[in-house]
């Protein structure tokens, strides 16, 4: 699937844009272009990938001509730029909508003009039943991917238009395991907003293997979710308490637009997923009229009465989080 191939990511100066792109150099693409807008940031990134296959553009997902200009000749696209923190969106919803709803339709019309071979976009559990203006306009985001088909024409488009979703990554920039890992560190009161708070595990390894393998196996419009497990916030505080040393806690309160769990798929959405062995697919109502789940091998159908919910979801037992936290993130004193 991926070697030779030309792929672009937007986002690519982001954590998930790093990983990725070390990871498609291992498997031998043929090309990666990084596309964003912080050209501090690609600079950085250039220093630390000395690779002749990367090239840098500086650019906007809300500029389409820019955007088309830097598909030539793409295979592969995965759509990762987003403006994401949600209380800064909440106070600034005007260009959350720019960037992660009209950045996403100009994603499509770029693919559809330069006939891409696929194109992946990065979702996330505060879609699902949205709360914030944030989950609200990756809903979107997800809704404009999967309908996307509706403008294909099979004689002229090959494009395959592929979403993924997950929660936030163990320690990705930004995480609240990060921001614990740190008041640590500094000997600050730990800070934690809830302490029913609970929230799906995945590590960047594990995002991005769930990715790649969806991009693979994906047959357009329909929505992967990996199969997690779950912990809880305080649990999360204990493990780095007990790896880093001791410090004290104060509780915080809920911030504006944030859910007490995750939710990766809603209950009304159970109605249309299948398991397909370690992820879960959400067919397209599309294709399931069509019957067209028999093109997915091993596929078998749901029945749950309940949504897919971290506060419902298997807990990780607190050695095994010791254990994910040590592997995944550096952590010296």
């Known amino acids: 699937m991926f070697k030779d191939k030309t792929v672009l990511i937007t986002g690519g100066t982001g954590s998930l844009g790093y990983a990725l792109t070390k990871r498609l150099l291992q498997l031998g693409v043929g090309k990666i272009r990084i596309y964003s807008r912080n050209e501090s940031k690609q600079i950085e990134m250039e220093s630390e990938f000395d690779d002749s296959r990367i090239r840098y553009f ?118 609240v395991v ?27 390894d594990e995002a991005l293997d769930f990715i790649l393998e969806s991009t693979v196996v994906g047959k357009g419009s329909d929505i992967f979710v990996p199969k997690l497990r779950a912990y809880n916030i305080v649990d999360l505080k204990n493990a780095l308490v007990e790896l880093l040393g001791k410090t004290e806690s104060e509780i915080t309160g809920i911030r504006p637009g944030e859910k007490l769990h995750e939710t990766l798929i809603s209950l009304d959405e159970m109605r249309h997923v299948w398991d397909i062995g370690n992820k879960f697919v959400i067919l397209s109502s599309k294709r399931v009229m069509g019957k067209e789940s028999s093109s997915y091998q091993n596929i078998t159908k749901t029945e749950s009465d309940k949504s897919y919910s971290s506060d419902l979801a298997e807990k990780i037992p607190s050695q095994d989080l010791k254990r994910i936290i040590s592997e995944s993130i550096p952590m010296k004193n």
């Open 178 to 204: 990060q921001k614990f890992i740190k008041q640590i560190k500094n000997h600050e009161k730990i800070t934690i907003t809830d302490p029913s708070m609970t929230r799906f595990s995945i590590t960047m």
């Open 58 to 175: 500086i650019g906007d997902v809300r500029d389409l001509p820019r955007l088309t200009r830097a598909m030539e000749d793409v295979d592969i696209v995965f759509h990762a730029a987003a403006l994401k923190h949600v209380p800064v969106i909440e106070y600034n919803p005007f260009e959350a909508i720019k960037t992660n709803v009209i950045g996403s339709q100009n994603i499509i019309d770029a693919c559809l003009h330069e006939n891409v071979e696929r194109a992946v976009c990065i979702g996330t559990d505060k879609a699902v039943s949205p709360f914030n203006t944030y989950g609200a306009t990756k809903l979107l985001m997800e809704k404009l991917f999967v309908t996307a088909e509706n403008y294909i024409n099979k004689d002229k488009h090959r494009t395959k238009f592929i979403s993924v979703r997950y929660g936030n990554v163990l320690g990705s920039s930004g995480s």
